[in-house]
């Protein structure tokens, strides 16, 4: 039989076995090889590898999917072709860079080669477990193995490598993958990526050497990466990332030159892994240098409209000022904005330093290249694929062939971010024209949701459970257009509404619009803490028609028409009694109070009014920086049986304080004034001209810290209680607690309300999950009203009296009131007379323009059941009368 020579993936061993030969060879005959007078030895040439004899046939074995020919096609070896044992050897390594095959044998029998294969299996499906922080949409991607294809160890290891990398990326630098196969029938396999996530990475410390003039706490305040501590619970900062790390270094640099350390340099930044690979310590070497004073500072003008002497006189910094490298960059963007605003969009201003060592300065040389002045060519409008072209456009103060003005762009951009239709990265690129002295405004937009509905049910503070349902679409059919109708159901109130606006009527900058409601108001009283009972019922149905032109960019004129229906109830079995025994029903002021009495009614409103708008607010819906002032006032009597005049002052004003930090100021008030003539209740009594319905309320929402109406004028009853004397005798004594107190706020024709609120930042993760928190200080007070009747004129009631048939006597029993507290006239013959109680004591309170103050905290939260808004605040002044309130919240209402 003759033998078989066989080759598999080790490296021929024919060459070393000659070469330690030959060595061994050397080494028996030292003499020879260390004999100086021998000739030198003649070096061959390299031998070619040994021909075993030529290829007389190729069978190609184990395949399954593959072709035999397909096979020999990815190896050199041919039939009738020589041969050698480093040719077979190449041939393997050509089969098995093709990444096809798991094993590979090529047999030589004496010419005949065959070549044995074991392909690779095809992978069935690729499956994650243990991924639960990251889900498997972002793992997914990352993975180039796929189901049918042909599996390879080197592609699941850069599959293992990509994984990894995204955790890390994750901060999760203890994060292991461990690929696994389950072998399937018909050469198929499984491969299970087994993913132990491990905890978040976290920055343990943050070292820094080398500073001297500025603390570490200073330096680590200027960082976004922050040290992990307990009160960092809901921060991103405190994970590691590599990207941030170089970003902290650049921010290191930027805290520096603001100080005047311009020679400032981060010598190195090390983050290295604790051993356990939960944690990583930060260091960094630093050397600050010394500190510069701004040398002589100028500005040189190529161009003619702009004098280099009138802006070096209103630069920020003076010379011997410190240096502040910040300070530069925005007089840099301040001298381009300047340029701009004369139409050269393309000025380059670059600023010359130079830098004295020996005095420590810094002189910097503003330089104003010369520019030909520009004008717009042509507005582009990218991305709005909902919202026309001219929705847009006509909110650009900027036309084609109009004098390029940088302020003019950015009032535009502010302009159209107020619309809400767009995300708030707009922006507008200045890209050169078809010739110099032109320039393209591109408008790059992305279109969020316009449309709104809710469909909500919630809990309130203020009105116990609530259900509501709108719908609004700010941007019907893309033409700007609002349309919105809302139902709202609570246990206090009900409406119905429906409006439509159209800013552009007849694509002239004219807004008309409309609205047409229904409102239902139970308004009540408090009886104690926690019971309430319902005063009155006022029901509103009618119509405004609103009409809106501007004035100049940032005044506008908005008309408005109303008329209004209401109805004022109170319940007839709870505050209605027969007060003059001839059988007829009226209103009981006993019960209800002569206030109240004076309410009920129902009356027709026809009212005109304005409002006076000034606006410069960078944003409507989310401003940060800008003011705002309207002036509203609305005429009834235009027909109806109202009439007054109602006047409205409000203002804000906004103010970034950077890092995020939004403050804000915002005033209000109002005085409504009757042109009615006197009025008089029904026992003659002269009352408020001014009706119930129509005056001012302060308190929840809008004043936070009281209750719902808790601030301004009221009248409280309350009930006396019979107290036994130590000489045995009877008194009665004002009972204060809740139980035995009514409240009944009445409302003012006067107020005022003012707030200061600061909006505080918080890291990615919690604006993601929309927590917006502020503090805030609210002062206000409402007031001016009448004094209105008491009962018995001087606020006290004596109680009733029962007289009942004596004992044997036949007749009826009635009730009549009692002369005074816990006495009673003498009863007709044949009747008794007893005391039944019911006495009470009326107080007006609240009726005066003192502040009221307030101070707190809230939260915003768009969370996924909807709007929650909650606010902590605690009254620091308050009137005799004010009902006071610490938390409120609302949760699916919007606000």
């Known amino acids: ?121 095809v992978i069935n499906r690729i499956v994650l477990e243990g991924n639960k922080r990251l889900k498997e949409d972002k793992i997914r991607p990352e993975i180039k193995l796929a189901p049918r294809q042909i599996y390879t160890r080197s592609k699941v290891r850069a599959d293992v490598a990509r994984i990894v990398e995204l955790y890390r990326r994750q901060g999760r630098f203890a994060a292991t993958i461990e690929p696994k196969l389950v072998q399937l029938d018909q050469n198929r396999v499984d491969i299970v990526y087994e993913i132990s996530e491990g905890p978040k990475s976290k920055v343990r410390q943050i070292n820094i050497i080398g500073n001297d003039k500025f603390k570490d706490g200073a330096l680590r305040s200027q960082m976004v990466t922050k040290q992990s501590r307990w009160f960092r619970l809901f921060s991103s900062g405190t994970s590691y990332d590599p990207d941030r790390l170089a970003y902290d270094q650049q921010k290191l640099r930027q805290f520096y030159l603001t100080e005047g350390y311009a020679d400032f340099r981060v010598i190195s930044a090390v983050a290295e892994l604790t051993p356990d690979k939960q944690d990583f310590i930060i260091t960094y070497v630093v050397e600050e240098g010394e500190r510069y004073k701004f040398g002589d500072v100028k500005v040189e003008s190529d161009i003619r409209d702009l004098s280099g002497d009138g802006l070096t006189k209103r630069l920020p910094m003076k010379k011997g000022d410190w240096y502040n490298a910040k300070q530069v960059e925005d007089t840099v963007d301040t001298l381009s904005e300047t340029a701009g605003l004369f139409g050269y969009a393309f000025a380059e201003v670059s600023p010359d330093f130079n830098r004295d060592k020996d005095t420590l300065t810094m002189g910097i040389n503003f330089r104003i290249a010369n520019a030909p002045r520009v004008y717009v060519e042509r507005v582009d409008i990218n991305g709005n694929t909902l919202t026309q072209d001219k929705v847009v456009r006509r909110e650009f103060r900027l036309a084609e062939g109009d004098a390029f003005n940088s302020f003019l762009v950015k009032r535009s951009k502010d302009r159209i971010n107020s619309l809400g239709y767009f995300q708030e990265k707009l922006d507008i690129e200045q890209k050169p024209g078809s010739a110099p002295d032109r320039i393209v405004l591109e408008t790059n937009v992305q279109e969020k949701s316009t449309g709104e509905l809710s469909l909500s049910a919630g809990f309130s503070s203020l009105e116990r459970f609530i259900v509501s349902a709108s719908i609004t679409q700010r941007n019907f059919r893309g033409k700007g257009q609002e349309l919105r109708t809302s139902v709202n159901y609570s246990a206090y109130s009900k409406s119905i509404e429906l409006g439509f606006t159209e800013p552009y009527f007849m694509d002239k900058n004219i807004a008309l619009g409309g609205d047409i409601y229904r409102r239902d108001l139970n308004s009540f009283r408090y009886l104690t803490s926690n019971t309430r009972d319902t005063t009155y019922e006022n029901t509103s149905t009618g119509f405004q028609l609103r009409a809106g032109v501007p004035i100049t960019e940032y005044m506008s004129l908005a008309l408005r028409y109303q008329l209004n229906f209401d109805d004022t109830t109170l319940d007839e079995d709870t505050y209605y009694s027969d007060t003059d025994g001839d059988g007829t029903r009226e209103c009981d002021p006993l019960i209800a109070g002569r206030y109240l009495c004076d309410a009920i009614g129902k009356r027709t409103t026809s009212s005109l009014g304005y409002s006076l708008i000034y606006d410069t607010r960078d944003n409507r819906i989310r401003p940060t920086r800008g003011h705002n002032v309207v002036l509203s006032q609305d005429f009834a009597g235009l027909g109806g049986n109202v009439k007054y005049i109602k006047t409205r002052l409000n203002g804000s004003k906004f103010f970034p304080l950077g890092s995020g930090f939004i403050f804000s100021i915002s005033a209000e008030g109002g005085y409504i004034h009757s042109l009615e003539g006197e009025r008089r209740d029904a026992t003659g009594q002269l009352v408020e001209k001014v009706r119930l319905v129509d005056r001012f309320f302060l308190g929840e929402p809008q004043f936070r810290g009281f209750d719902i109406r808790g601030v301004g004028p009221r009248v409280k009853r309350f009930y006396l209680q019979a107290q036994t004397n130590d000489d045995g005798t009877t008194s009665y004594v004002r009972d204060n607690s809740n139980n035995n107190v009514s409240d009944d706020a009445l409302g003012g024709k006067i107020y005022y309300l003012a707030r200061a609120e600061v909006e505080i930042p918080l890291g990615s993760g919690a604006r993601e999950m929309g927590l917006r928190p502020s503090i805030f200080m609210d002062v206000g007070a409402v007031a001016g009203l009448k004094s209105p009747t008491l009962v018995n004129g001087d606020g006290k009631f004596a109680g009733y009296c029962t007289v009942a048939p004596a004992t044997g006597n036949t007749g009826s029993t009635t009730q009549v ?40 905290f809230g939260v915003n939260w768009n969370s996924p059941f909807g709007p929650f808004r909650i606010d902590i605040a605690r009254a620091l002044l308050k009137e005799p009368g004010d009902d006071n309130k610490l938390i409120t919240f609302n949760v699916g209402t919007q606000f």
Do not use: H
């Open 1 to 121: 039989m003759t033998a078989m020579n066989s080759s598999k993936r080790q490296r021929p061993v024919v060459a070393a076995l000659l070469a330690t030969t030959m060595i061994a060879g050397l080494s028996a005959f030292p003499a020879m090889a260390q004999d100086a007078a021998a000739p030198a030895p003649v070096v061959a040439p390299a031998s070619l590898p040994a021909s075993l004899g030529t290829i007389s046939s190729i069978t190609v074995t184990g395949t399954q999917r593959l072709e035999s020919g397909t096979v020999l096609s990815y190896t050199k070896l041919r039939i009738g072709q020589p041969y050698s044992q480093e040719s077979l050897d190449q041939g393997l390594r050509d089969l098995y860079e093709t990444e096809l095959f798991a094993d590979v044998q090529i047999r030589n029998d004496n010419g005949a080669l065959i070549i044995e294969v074991k392909e690779n299996p």
């Open 817 to 856: 009131r009692a002369p005074s507290i816990g006495n009673c006239d003498a009863a007709p013959t044949g009747f008794v007379a007893s005391y039944a109680g019911g006495a009470f004591e009326e107080v007006y309170l609240g009726d005066t323009l003192k502040p009221r103050l307030s101070v707190g």
